[in-house]
């Protein structure tokens, strides 16, 4: 049975470092706002009782409770007067362990604690004082749907919100001290977009010794959309309705499906350490900075309905090379004159991939440069949707046959049954064709089989594919992202190239405005010394540092995946 909606709410206040008192005081006089406006699941920060910042791990062990303290006894109280669920942030001293964990806490309106759960993905300044969290990926059910815990910086690793999804989470409860804004203004959007699924996220607002926190506490619908958020600077409470049954409905906005479309069986590096994958190797090669660089750029350019414009979209190619581009990627289906082509057409098509090849593999050798070129190729009236890998002489150095196949297609087209990475004299190179891009493991385990770039062929469908799935996927994973999409899609244009550092500003109406121009070519200058580190802060190691051995519900293969057919 699905529950009935009901009101969520998120707290944006700012704990005092060391004053129990004052912050009990925050907690009860929040949770009265919150009850006052119908909440039954509120929401607070990260280590609401201690604040954050300490002097020391002895200052925080000094300052840190155990689960039968006075602050969770507050919480308790607080829920049984008002028969409400409160989650938050918690500094907590495991005196049976002598460890210190920053913890999350959710407890029920009888004031027990139903998640108990461990902070993963760990700050900085987190490692000056608190150990690893040791209590996996727990997620409750409750009269309100089922529920998982997160804390802050656990947003930024794709397989912890996947976990907590795939074991049927449908209300992720984040409580954080966002520090940098694209946190909650990108990735908490990003993973309830990737996810289906609803997140409420309460942040502090204000300056703490050294660390000013904007704010960005937000309530975000399963589609990505925020549906409440507490002004920047502020102190106060926010709520909306939640709906749970929008998180029982896993389609994108379109036929697809957020989950039954994974192949997990292509997935399996993901539940292992870097140091057993390709990518270890790579990371312990030397590099020279200066010999590393070379220029890349999505190529807003493919066939469409208009006369001429094959010969006009390989003109493009050609002049973007002769410019000295070095890795060029342009959109999905590139000599198809429609962004989604049906079999007839796609039959057709492929009757003219060697002709595509060849001239582009003209190009490539002209200039010496590495093209990714989508093409169609048939087998028994079948239709395999290809990314040809043009090397410098001119010659393929690999293929990658698409693994997610879009919706439309699985009728007639066959997937691939890998995800491989091809070496360049420019970086290695992994590609994603279409409905590849919309799944964030495909990306890791390019990541970890060792890829610099990552081409993403395109034919985006929705603005968010764009806002909120590209630049994650360079980020998470510190790799290049060159993203061509064409010009005739549903959400059009807006090619360009994400750096593994992203963009100093979230925003990307403003750090890239989408460009929608057909034609247009979008490069940037790649240094592979930025992709061939993995550390977003000091200690904070994109791929080192996940728990790796909470990752088995992301790569369980099921009985009818293993009988899809493939190439």
């Given amino acids: 049975m699905t529950p009935q909606p009901f009101r969520a709410a998120v707290v944006q206040t700012l704990a005092a470092l060391g004053d129990l008192d004052i912050n009990i005081g925050l907690l009860r006089q929040y949770t009265r706002e919150a009850v006052r406006q119908g909440a039954r699941l509120i929401v607070f920060p990260e280590c609401m009782n201690t604040g954050y910042l300490f002097d020391s791990a002895e200052h925080c062990g000094e300052l840190a409770e155990t689960v039968h303290g006075r602050f969770v006894q507050a919480m308790a109280d607080l829920c049984r007067e008002h028969n409400v669920f409160i989650a938050s942030g918690f500094t907590e001293k495991d005196e049976a362990k002598g460890k210190i964990f920053n913890t999350g806490l959710l407890l029920d309106p009888k004031g027990e604690i139903i998640v108990h759960y461990h902070k993963q993905f760990l700050a900085t300044h987190d490692q000056n004082w608190f150990e690893l969290g040791e209590n996996g990926c727990p997620v409750v059910d409750t009269e309100l749907g089922r529920i998982g815990l997160l804390i802050c910086f656990d947003g930024r690793i794709p397989e912890i919100t996947r976990n907590l999804a795939l074991q049927g989470a449908e209300i992720i409860v984040d409580m954080a001290n966002f520090f940098a804004m694209d946190q909650a203004d990108m990735w908490v959007p990003a993973r309830a977009y990737e996810n289906g699924l609803w997140f409420v996220a309460a942040t502090k607002a204000g300056v703490e010794r050294s660390i000013y926190y904007p704010g960005g506490s937000m309530i975000v619908a399963p589609g990505g959309e925020v549906v409440a958020k507490v002004p920047y600077d502020t102190h106060g409470v926010v709520s909306a309705e939640i709906d749970v049954a929008a998180a029982r409905a896993k389609r994108w906005h379109h036929a697809g499906d957020r989950f039954l479309d994974r192949r997990p069986a292509l997935y399996g590096l993901i ?86 090849i060849a001239r582009v593999s003209g190009i490539a050798r002209q200039y010496g440069c590495v093209i990714v070129l989508p093409v169609l190729e048939e087998k028994n009236e079948k239709i395999l949707p290809t990314a040809i890998v043009i090397g410098t002489d001119g010659d393929i150095i690999g293929r990658y046959r698409q693994s997610h196949l879009e919706p439309e297609m699985t009728a007639w087209a066959i997937a691939g049954d890998s995800l491989p990475v091809f070496d360049t004299p420019f970086g290695r190179l992994g590609v994603l064709l279409g409905y590849d891009g ?108 996940r728990i790796v051995a909470s990752y088995t519900p992301i790569t369980a293969v099921d009985e009818e995946e293993s009988a899809l057919p493939v190439a």
């Fill in 271 to 356: 539940g292992k350490p870097v140091a057993d994958t390709p990518l270890a190797a790579i990371l312990e090669q030397p590099l020279v900075p200066e010999q590393s660089i070379a220029k890349a750029a999505a190529v807003q350019a493919h066939a469409t309905t208009e006369a001429g414009s094959l010969e006009a979209a390989y003109e493009m190619i050609d002049h973007t090379a002769k410019l000295g581009v070095k890795v060029i990627v342009v959109p999905q289906h590139f000599g198809s004159a429609h962004w989604l082509p049906g079999l007839a057409e796609a039959l057709a098509e492929a009757k003219n991939t060697p002709a595509h």
């Fill in 438 to 545: 919309m799944f964030p493991e495909t990306s890791r385990v390019l990541a970890l089989q060792g890829a610099d770039m990552i081409a993403w062929c395109s034919a985006w469908r929705h603005p968010l594919d764009r806002k909120l799935l590209t630049v994650p996927k360079a980020e998470d994973n510190r790799v290049f992202l060159i993203a061509a999409n064409r010009s005739d899609s549903p959400y059009p244009g807006g090619s360009f190239v994400v750096p593994p550092n992203g963009f100093p500003q979230w925003d990307l109406d403003v750090a890239a405005p989408p460009v929608k121009r057909h034609g247009a070519v979008m490069p940037t200058f790649m240094n592979l010394a930025l992709s061939r580190q993995k550390f977003m802060i000091p200690k904070v190691n994109m791929l080192r540092n």
